[in-house]
């Protein structure tokens, strides 16, 4: 299977069936949806796999990325991967090999903007990331976190942390989640906003200021919602049409 990222890199894929790297897929539809708050951000990649989404958010403007994978083998092709993106990207990227729990138990040297965690779906693990990454701080002020998990079997909501959003892509479901006190203080900044409506067919909210949500979940999926030129031709000329037989049978 040939793998490329949105460069037209290839892609290399950890050996075996031990590791599964993003789709393309998601990895395009999480891009999209973070696209405005990833240049110059710092990207944490837990569970970094084949180091694309690490790749990926170098490639769309990321600052900094630090990328976790334990199992030498897997880091080894991460490494490969990210030394692919070339020169330019050199002193950008950090990629450690050691054991996860452990590495998020040691005191943080830096805060994360985006923390992007992709655990093996049955390992578990899900608790543990979410513990450690509150326990350690590694999460920057507005900052959030966003998890990989199975369709079929989402992780609970650890506590202290709301989830702000979900998305699903065939069988991998992707996970946004805030801080609690996060979300009571983009809550208290808003006052008076406007009530936030479910949008039907999402998980998302709109806000007053957001947009019109049905675009902005059109553009995530690569589909343009808005009016066709072509369509409004044909509607003015039908309009012509009708106000030509009004005219005819007035006579």
């Given at each position: 299977m040939s793998l490329r990222l949105s460069s ?71 490494r490969r991967n990210l030394e692919g993106l ?28 985006l923390i992007y965690a992709d655990p093996p ?131």
């Open positions: 037209g890199q290839r892609l290399q894929s950890p050996p075996g069936l031990g590791a599964r790297p993003t789709t393309a897929i998601v990895r395009q539809a999480v891009m999209n949806v973070l696209a405005p708050r990833l240049r110059g951000c710092r990207w944490l990649d837990l569970c970094s796999g084949s180091g694309a989404m690490a790749c990926e958010a170098l490639l769309h403007g990321a600052a900094r990325v630090q990328a976790v994978e334990q199992n030498r083998q897997v880091a080894a092709v991460a070339g020169p330019r990207f050199n002193g950008l990227w950090q990629l450690d090999c050691r054991d996860l729990r452990r590495w998020l138990k040691q005191t943080a040297p830096e805060k994360f903007d779906y049955a390992a578990g693990l899900y608790g543990a990331i979410m513990e450690g990454i509150s326990a350690g701080n590694w999460l920057a002020p507005g900052g959030e976190v966003w998890l990989e998990a199975a369709a079929e079997s989402p992780p609970t909501l650890a506590r202290g942390w709301q989830e702000r959003g979900r998305r699903r892509y065939g069988r991998t479901l992707v996970l946004q989640w805030i801080r609690e006190d996060s979300a009571l203080e983009g809550s208290a900044a808003q006052g008076a906003a406007a009530p936030a409506v479910l949008v039907p067919g999402s998980h998302k909210q709109a806000h007053q200021g957001d947009g019109n949500q049905t675009q902005n979940d059109a553009a995530e999926q690569g589909f343009d919602h808005g009016p066709d030129p072509g369509e409004n031709l044909a509607l003015q000329s039908i309009d012509r049409h009708a106000n030509l037989v009004s005219d005819v049978a007035h006579l």
